[in-house]
């Protein structure tokens, strides 16, 4: 099936030209947000501060003709993975591949320009929807790839649930006994619960989540309210989905000013290594969110090192697979860790928390997706390490809302998920993990406007983003792909797509496959 044919079936597309306009808006808004002066030219151009160019486009390095949205979909592999729980390939009801391509088009101008004040004389940014949508699939092209042979997921279905009220609700734990307790506290058969938890938890990774039936039918039989009590009781998160989404009421971020203090001088970066060569940043984070801003800061040139827990980070034994510096590691975990470096430390020791403050004294940045309640308890809150670093820029990753802190249980609460959900199916979250892809991509923008405005103003910057805000950013594209279409093939194998020889210049495939910075910097 081609685009083309995909589209003529769909009831739900607008047209958006031939330019990635959606791209170059979003690219806009936040640039000017970080107080940077930008003209728009009607091909997808921004002018930046009057020294700088950045071109949006729809294939970049990707050797198709990309000229929609939908293509980008098609082609990258993103209807494919966000079809998975439905059967086959769908399109996602959002531009997520161009609101994507904008917020890194917006954290790349910002590198180059800061970059440009030191010295190197950046004069234009690239960057392609194609390529904002490899790296929104990171995860998934990696396990496709592995050493460890792995089948493309398959399984229809999944959450949400109805209650007997008719409320379509999301649950979440990350417990395995929190999920037991809560199902045969409603009378599911503990051998039901325990078949479905592995699928449940692997969601996140698969895009697939095939839940036995009897979990829905008692759902179904019981009351929201009773289900809210017994889920409370059992540690389990419920969360009801909103059926009318609240887009972006402003910026996706908020920078406050920290105290003022002595900075020390900026080496100047070195053009070949990045527009952030030179910074290095502290990453306290697991899962998705938080590990994809440190990704991106590690793609424009940055030293990352992140902080794991004594014996490395459980989720780099999550199979598959692969061979990464001659050592096993998970692929997807390789994905989103691949060139940073790792202090162990237990943040629950006097030990580990010094090990980190003695870390972040050397540091730019420190990107963390900690509950607040956390921070001040292991000493690592702003106020604290702006002490122990003077002009730190201190950059909060979360969920966005009390009680909701994952990816899908934020589409739910957002609205989101009625986006995203096929014509005439009830609103459900997409298990292709959009809010934490695009999460990450705002948190590391804002790090970066952070490090402007630092350079700017010389004091301390405090940036705050989360899930609920990136999941708004992607309310406000809701036009969903467009009809101009240049009959591009659907991806249906992400393992196919990596071999393609028309993806090489933006995949890295000396291994798992990873893929490559997605901006091209000239100077």
Same mark, same amino acid.
């Given at each position: 099936?081609?685009?083309?044919?995909?589209?003529?079936?769909?009831?739900?597309?607008? @047209?958006?030209?031939?330019?990635?306009?959606?791209?170059?808006?979003?690219? =806009?808004?936040?640039?000017?947000?970080?107080?940077?002066?930008?003209?728009?030219?009607? !091909?997808?151009?921004?002018?930046?501060?009057?020294?700088?160019?950045?071109?949006? $486009?729809?294939?970049?390095?990707?050797?198709?003709?990309?000229?929609?949205?939908? !293509?980008?979909?098609?082609?990258?592999?993103?209807?494919?993975?966000?079809?998975?729980?439905?059967?086959?390939?769908?399109?996602?009801?959002?531009?997520?591949?161009?609101?994507?391509? /904008?917020?890194?088009?917006?954290? +790349? %101008?910002?590198?180059?320009?800061?970059?440009?004040?030191? /010295?190197?004389?950046?004069?234009?940014?690239?960057?392609? &929807?194609?390529?904002?949508?490899?790296?929104?699939?990171?995860?998934?092209?990696?396990?496709?790839?592995?050493?460890?042979?792995?089948?493309?997921?398959?399984?229809?279905?999944?959450?949400?649930?109805? %209650?007997?009220?008719?409320? #379509?609700?999301?649950?979440?734990?990350?417990?395995?006994?929190? #999920?037991?307790?809560?199902?045969?506290?409603?009378?599911? !058969?503990?051998?039901?619960?325990?078949? $479905? #938890?592995?699928?449940?938890?692997?969601?996140? *990774?698969?895009?697939?989540?095939?839940?036995?039936?009897?979990?829905?039918?008692?759902?179904?039989?019981?009351?929201?309210?009773?289900?809210?009590?017994? =889920?409370?009781?059992?540690?389990?998160?419920?969360?009801? &989905?909103?059926?009318?989404?609240?887009?972006?009421?402003?910026?996706?971020?908020?920078?406050?000013?920290?105290?003022? @203090?002595?900075?020390?001088?900026?080496?100047?970066?070195?053009?070949?290594?990045?527009?952030?060569?030179?910074?290095?940043?502290?990453?306290?984070?697991?899962?998705?969110?938080?590990?994809?801003?440190?990704?991106?800061?590690?793609?424009?040139?940055?030293?990352?090192?992140?902080?794991?827990?004594?014996?490395?980070?459980?989720?780099?034994?999550?199979?598959?697979?692969?061979?990464?510096?001659?050592?096993?590691?998970?692929?997807?975990?390789?994905?989103?860790?691949?060139?940073?470096?790792?202090?162990?430390?237990?943040?629950? $020791?006097?030990?580990?928390?010094?090990?980190?403050?003695?870390?972040?004294?050397?540091? !730019?940045?420190?990107?963390?997706?900690?509950?607040?309640?956390? &921070?001040?308890?292991? @000493?690592?809150? =702003?106020?604290?390490?702006?002490?122990?670093?003077?002009?730190?820029?201190?950059?909060?990753?979360?969920?966005?809302?009390?009680?909701?802190?994952?990816?899908?249980?934020?589409?739910?609460?957002? *609205?989101?998920?009625?986006?995203?959900?096929?014509?005439?199916?009830?609103?459900?979250?997409?298990?292709?993990?959009?809010?934490?892809?695009?999460?990450?991509?705002?948190?590391?923008?804002?790090?970066?406007?952070?490090?402007?405005?630092?350079?700017?103003?010389?004091?301390?910057?405090?940036?705050?983003?989360?899930?609920?805000?990136?999941?708004?950013?992607?309310?406000?594209?809701?036009? +969903?792909?467009?009809?101009? /279409?240049?009959?591009?093939?659907?991806?249906?194998?992400?393992?196919?797509? =990596?071999?393609?020889?028309?993806?090489?210049?933006?995949?890295?495939?000396?291994?798992?496959?990873?893929?490559?910075?997605? #901006?091209?910097?000239?100077?």
């Amino acid at each position: 099936m081609t685009s083309d044919q995909l589209l003529r079936e769909s009831t739900i597309l607008v @047209g958006q030209g031939s330019t990635p306009r959606v791209a170059a808006r979003v690219a =806009a808004g936040l640039l000017r947000a970080a107080g940077v002066e930008v003209a728009e030219a009607p !091909d997808g151009v921004l002018e930046v501060d009057r020294a700088l160019t950045c071109r949006l $486009s729809w294939a970049g390095p990707v050797a198709l003709p990309l000229r929609s949205e939908a !293509d980008v979909q098609a082609a990258c592999g993103v209807m494919h993975v966000h079809g998975r729980r439905y059967g086959g390939p769908r399109l996602l009801g959002v531009d997520f591949a161009s609101v994507a391509a /904008g917020v890194l088009a917006a954290g +790349g %101008s910002l590198a180059a320009l800061r970059a440009r004040q030191l /010295g190197v004389p950046y004069r234009e940014v690239g960057v392609s &929807v194609a390529q904002a949508a490899l790296l929104g699939l990171s995860q998934y092209l990696a396990a496709a790839t592995a050493d460890e042979l792995c089948a493309e997921p398959a399984g229809v279905g999944g959450p949400p649930f109805r %209650s007997s009220d008719g409320i #379509w609700f999301e649950l979440e734990t990350l417990a395995p006994d929190g #999920w037991l307790r809560f199902w045969t506290e409603l009378g599911v !058969d503990r051998r039901v619960v325990g078949r $479905s #938890w592995l699928p449940f938890q692997a969601r996140y *990774g698969t895009a697939t989540c095939p839940l036995p039936d009897e979990l829905f039918a008692v759902a179904e039989q019981l009351a929201f309210q009773y289900l809210v009590a017994s =889920a409370e009781r059992c540690g389990v998160a419920v969360t009801a &989905v909103e059926a009318r989404p609240v887009a972006a009421d402003g910026v996706p971020w908020r920078r406050r000013e920290g105290a003022a @203090g002595a900075q020390r001088p900026c080496e100047a970066p070195r053009g070949g290594w990045g527009p952030l060569d030179g910074v290095t940043v502290v990453e306290v984070a697991r899962r998705v969110q938080g590990p994809m801003a440190g990704r991106v800061l590690s793609l424009l040139g940055a030293r990352v090192v992140r902080v794991e827990p004594p014996g490395g980070d459980p989720l780099r034994g999550v199979p598959p697979m692969t061979a990464l510096d001659g050592e096993p590691v998970s692929a997807r975990f390789a994905a989103l860790n691949h060139g940073k470096e790792v202090l162990e430390a237990d943040l629950r $020791s006097e030990e580990g928390r010094s090990a980190v403050r003695e870390l972040v004294r050397e540091a !730019d940045v420190l990107v963390h997706s900690l509950a607040p309640s956390k &921070v001040v308890e292991l @000493g690592l809150d =702003a106020d604290t390490l702006e002490v122990v670093r003077p002009g730190l820029v201190y950059a909060q990753a979360s969920g966005g809302a009390p009680g909701v802190n994952t990816d899908y249980p934020v589409q739910a609460y957002s *609205g989101l998920a009625a986006l995203v959900t096929p014509s005439g199916l009830p609103p459900r979250p997409t298990l292709l993990t959009v809010c934490d892809v695009l999460g990450g991509l705002v948190c590391a923008t804002a790090a970066v406007a952070g490090l402007t405005a630092r350079a700017r103003t010389g004091r301390a910057q405090r940036v705050e983003s989360s899930l609920l805000s990136a999941a708004r950013l992607l309310s406000g594209a809701a036009s +969903g792909a467009d009809r101009l /279409g240049g009959g591009v093939a659907v991806c249906t194998d992400l393992a196919a797509l =990596a071999d393609d020889p028309q993806f090489a210049a933006a995949l890295d495939s000396s291994g798992c496959t990873v893929v490559r910075a997605p #901006w091209e910097f000239r100077t």
